[in-house]
């Protein structure tokens, strides 16, 4: 293994870009650097923490217990049961600290069943669809009207008033040929997000969106939408179709210029509902008041059990507190480990995390994200500055061996990105996506569909970033500007 070079030198570029707005200006420290018999307990130490894992965790039954609870969707039911159970497993491991940090998140219901179909040629289709959450309800007996496609907000945007008293059909599917799926998902989300929006303010009555999935099932995958600011007499109901079923009314649509689709859904917007986000933590052995989180989102969609998105991702953060308890590893910063709630319609436990840390004037010096699945681990994505991108990359030779090679540039996470600062570093883990998007959302995210030793691989993956990251950043205090 070739030698790696770590040093003071590109920490000092990180935390020191916070005190100068100057370029020009040159940061001076004494370069330290790791040497061989360093790197091999580091290699020895990294091996043990993914021998601990893939013999001794207990992430795989944590996620059976939480999914068990069902989906949980902010202000359910079932969301306040995933924290009582959260802060009971973070007291059973005698973390050093464990609390509840209260937040009020809004609470959206389903309510019945919803229905759909179109009739063609005398034939009647009944079309899988699912309300998008935060839409308002159809009238009590649904809405019958003609279907318009469009490809993207500005061709809706472009025939204006031809949507009036119309269904307005998004149908831009991810695209195929990126490699990264949430590079594609990302390309298409917005005319789920935002289609009732535009569709509203021209008089449309309805608006039904393909599903955010590369796979060609019969499986509708909701998510959130918004209003923006329209005024409620234009808040339209708002409902995705499954991928298999958009390609059938697009191809239909062709065949018959003027088609009727008619859709219900009996969905509510309820008052605000007091939950928490579920701490827990190891104090620091030599910085305590320097914090690194951990976490992932303990809310999910109500359709599945929320084993992908987030089960795998607040069960794997636990974990990393964990492993580091079975091997005997004293943080020398505080090990913060954070179930956020509402990061599916809100984000309003991630924004109230960052926002009493800083009323506290808490020092956060990393942040980890995993909201990604629980597929195979490839690497990790970093935000912050291009010294610490530069520093962390030279830590792919530990990690290679794992399957771990992927290092990159780009965003972390939507919790932890309200903690964003010119100081701090934060990281996404990010597994394998092939199959993320098959599930997201849908019906079909359920515990069943999570490999076990993928699971143990990710947690081990994100001890081991940890552990670096927590081995080798100097005191904040003690980097000069």
């Known amino acids: 293994m070739k030698q790696l070079l770590f040093s003071v030198t590109l920490f000092s570029l990180l935390f020191s870009s916070c005190t100068s707005h100057k370029k020009e200006e040159k940061v001076e420290t004494k370069k330290t650097t790791i040497n061989k018999e360093q790197i091999q307990q580091d290699s020895l130490a990294i091996r043990k923490i993914f021998d601990t894992a893939l013999t001794d965790a207990d992430c795989y039954e944590w996620l059976r217990e939480l999914t068990s609870i069902g989906g949980?969707?902010?202000?359910?039911?079932?969301?306040?049961?995933?924290?009582?159970?959260?802060?009971?497993?973070?007291?059973?491991?005698?973390?050093?600290?464990?609390?509840?940090?209260?937040?009020?998140?809004?609470?959206?219901?389903?309510?019945?069943?919803?229905?759909?179909?179109?009739?063609?040629?005398?034939?009647?289709?009944?079309?899988p669809i699912t309300a998008l959450g935060g839409s308002v309800a159809t009238p009590k007996n649904g809405v019958l009207a003609?279907?318009?496609?469009?490809?993207?907000?500005?061709?809706?945007?472009?025939?204006?008033?031809?949507l009036a008293g119309k269904i307005v059909f998004y149908n831009r599917p991810m695209d195929p040929t990126l490699i990264k799926t949430g590079h594609a998902y990302g390309g298409c989300v917005n005319q789920r997000y935002s289609g009732a929006r535009i569709a509203g303010k021209f008089g449309a009555v309805g608006v039904i969106v393909r599903s955010m999935s590369l796979k060609n099932d019969d499986y509708p995958h909701t998510g959130s939408m918004s209003y923006g600011d329209l005024p409620e007499d234009k808040r339209?109901?708002?409902?995705?179709?499954?991928?298999?079923?958009?390609?059938?009314?697009?191809?239909?649509?062709?065949?018959?210029?003027?088609?009727?689709?008619?859709?219900?859904?009996?969905c509510e917007n309820l008052p605000e509902v007091l939950s928490y986000n579920v701490i827990g933590e190891l104090k620091g052995?030599?910085?305590?008041?320097?914090?690194?989180?951990?976490?992932?989102?303990?809310?999910?969609?109500?359709?599945?059990?929320?084993?992908?998105?987030?089960?795998?991702?607040?069960?794997?953060?636990?974990?990393?507190?964990?492993?580091?308890?079975?091997?005997?590893?004293?943080?020398?910063?505080?090990?913060?480990?954070?179930?956020?709630?509402?990061e599916e319609n809100g984000l309003r436990g991630a924004k109230k995390y960052a926002e009493e840390a800083k009323a506290k004037n808490e020092k956060h010096v990393f942040a980890l994200e995993s909201d990604a699945g629980g597929h195979t681990p490839r690497g990790f994505s970093f935000d912050g500055n291009l010294a610490s991108y530069e520093m962390m990359k030279e830590w792919r030779n530990l990690l290679e061996p794992y399957g771990i090679h992927e290092f990159t540039k780009e965003g972390s996470g939507?919790?932890?990105?309200?903690?964003?600062?010119?100081?701090?570093?934060l990281s996404g883990y990010r597994p394998d996506s092939q199959r993320y998007f098959d599930y997201h959302h849908a019906e079909t995210d359920t515990f069943d569909k999570v490999n076990k030793r993928e699971l143990e691989l990710g947690a081990a993956a994100m001890t081991s970033l940890v552990y670096l990251v927590d081995k080798y950043l100097p005191k904040q205090e003690n980097v000069k500007p």
């Open 72 to 127: 949980r969707l902010s202000g359910s039911e079932e969301a306040a049961k995933a924290v009582k159970w959260s802060e009971n497993l973070m007291k059973e491991l005698e973390l050093d600290s464990v609390w509840l940090q209260p937040v009020m998140v809004p609470h959206w219901v389903r309510g019945a069943k919803e229905k759909a179909y179109y009739t063609i040629n005398g034939e009647k289709i009944n079309v």
């Open 146 to 162: 003609e279907v318009i496609e469009v490809k993207s907000l500005e061709e809706a945007e472009k025939l204006g008033e031809q």
């Open 236 to 266: 339209i109901p708002t409902a995705a179709i499954s991928t298999k079923a958009a390609d059938l009314l697009s191809e239909n649509i062709q065949k018959k210029s003027s088609l009727t689709f008619f859709f219900e859904q009996h």
């Open 285 to 342: 052995s030599e910085f305590p008041d320097e914090i690194m989180t951990i976490g992932g989102h303990l809310d999910s969609w109500d359709l599945g059990d929320g084993a992908h998105d987030d089960g795998t991702g607040v069960v794997q953060s636990l974990e990393v507190l964990q492993l580091f308890q079975k091997n005997n590893i004293k943080p020398r910063h505080t090990l913060r480990c954070v179930f956020f709630m509402n």
């Open 414 to 425: 939507a919790d932890i990105s309200p903690l964003k600062s010119e100081t701090i570093v």
